[in-house]
Nanobody, 124 residues
Framework: QVQLVESGGGLVQAGESLRLSCAASGGISSTYAVGWFRQAPGKEREFVGAISWSSFTSRYAGSVKGRFAISRDNAKTTVYLQMNSLKPEDTAVYYC?????????????????WGQGTQVTVSS
């Protein structure tokens, strides 16, 4: 069973940076990609970005492109979300998720494994 554990959330001011980590364990070799989603209060969970374990493919939401970057470590057990130039509207609970589909989907239903989430709060 694939397990995902996020860490690195916290409170920052607008314009600052934060890096989230997603530690993967279990049958991670059965998955193709790991993605990041976020959910603000009263809103639906939305796609932020994702990367394939091979690192050959990545995809980002338009709202974060150029500010956020996803990478993974060489051991292919941890995926990072580097968030720069943070804005108050980036405030949300951030989740990592893994998919076994052979491409990078952007909808939540396409991801089979989920972490518990980590809170990111950006003050103005």
């Amino acid at each position: 069973q694939v397990q995902l554990v996020e860490s690195g959330g916290g409170l920052v001011q607008a314009g600052e940076s934060l890096r989230l980590s997603c530690a993967a364990s279990g049958g991670i070799s059965s998955t193709y990609a790991v993605g990041w989603f976020r959910q603000a209060p009263g809103k639906e969970r939305e796609f932020v970005g994702a990367i394939s374990w091979s690192s050959f493919t990545s995809r980002y939401a338009g709202s974060v492109k150029g500010r956020f970057a996803i990478s993974r470590d060489n051991a292919k057990t941890t995926v990072y979300l580097q968030m720069n130039s943070l804005k108050p509207e980036d405030t949300a609970v951030y989740y990592c998720a893994a998919t076994s589909l052979p491409y990078i989907p952007t909808i939540t239903a396409a991801y089979q494994y989920w972490g518990q989430g980590t809170q990111v709060t950006v003050s103005s």
